[in-house]
T-cell receptor
Framework: DTGVSQDPRHKITKRGQNVTFRCDPI?????LYWYRQTLGQGPEFLTY????????KSRLLSDRFSAERPKGSFSTLEIQRTEQGDSAMYLC???????????????FGSGTRLTVV | DQQVKQNSPSLSVQEGRISILNCDYT??????FLWYKKYPAEGPTFLIS?????DKNEDGRFTVFLNKSAKHLSLHIVPSQPGDSAVYFC????????????FGTGTLLAVQP
């Protein structure tokens, strides 16, 4: 297992187009997170899945954004009618349920850099 | 509303010396704190964490100190090495079902040979 994989690494799209990103977490990890990072900022939480259930969504996730995790394995993040403000690095992370041990150290993927022109 | 703040955008240190990165937070409900390191074109990598019931956690060259009364934590790297040059993010979490992290804006550490 080589870690969390994200595809594509880079995406340039015209304003108004739809884009979809994919994340393949570490296989035994049942928790999956999406974050967004803009220039000069830290990653910001977007949404969280435990297995296939989407349990929390940030208010940053407007109705143009949708995320899925069918069968509790890979996840997709779709942005419809992209806007220039959507340009950012989209990061996926996964972890085991480990609240008791206190290990909150997610494993992040390398991210998908989206540029909307 | 920036709940986790890293007020130093950058820090430059000589190789072999100590690097001290600082982080302040405002939410007293945070009970777990983490440091991540990020190289360009890569995702953040987990470095070290500390629970709010502790005031120090050490892992090799890395030590994190937590001062709850001041709502302040710091990461010490001793000795600093050129390979430590990266952006360091402080993050905090509230125990619960989600374990989502609130990140600071990061500090760019440059370790000069």
């Amino acid at each position: 297992d080589t870690g969390v994989s994200q595809d594509p690494r880079h995406k340039i799209t015209k304003r108004g187009q739809n884009v979809t990103f994919r994340c393949d977490p570490i296989s035994e990890h049942n928790r999956l997170y999406w974050y967004r990072q803009t220039l000069g900022q830290g990653p910001e939480f977007l949404t969280y899945f435990q297995n296939e259930a989407q349990l929390e969504k940030s208010r940053l996730l407007s109705d143009r954004f949708s995320a899925e995790r069918p069968k509790g394995s890979f996840s997709t993040l779709e942005i419809q009618r992209t806007e220039q403000g959507d340009s950012a690095m989209y990061l996926c992370a996964s972890s085991l349920v480990a609240v008791i041990s206190g290990d909150y150290g997610y494993t992040f993927g390398s991210g998908t850099r989206l540029t909307v022109v | 509303d920036q709940q986790v703040k890293q007020n130093s955008p950058s820090l430059s240190v000589q190789e072999g010396r100590i690097s001290i990165l600082n982080c302040d937070y405002t939410n007293s409900m945070f009970d777990y704190f983490l440091w991540y390191k990020k190289y360009p074109a890569e995702g953040p990598t987990f470095l070290i964490s500390i629970s709010s019931i502790k005031d120090k956690n050490e892992d090799g060259r890395f030590t994190v100190f937590l001062n709850k009364s001041a709502k302040h934590l710091s990461l010490h790297i001793v000795p600093s090495q050129p390979g430590d040059s990266a952006v360091y993010f402080c993050a905090a979490s509230i125990a619960g079902a989600t374990n989502k992290l609130i990140f600071g804006t990061g500090t760019l550490l440059a370790v000069q040979p």
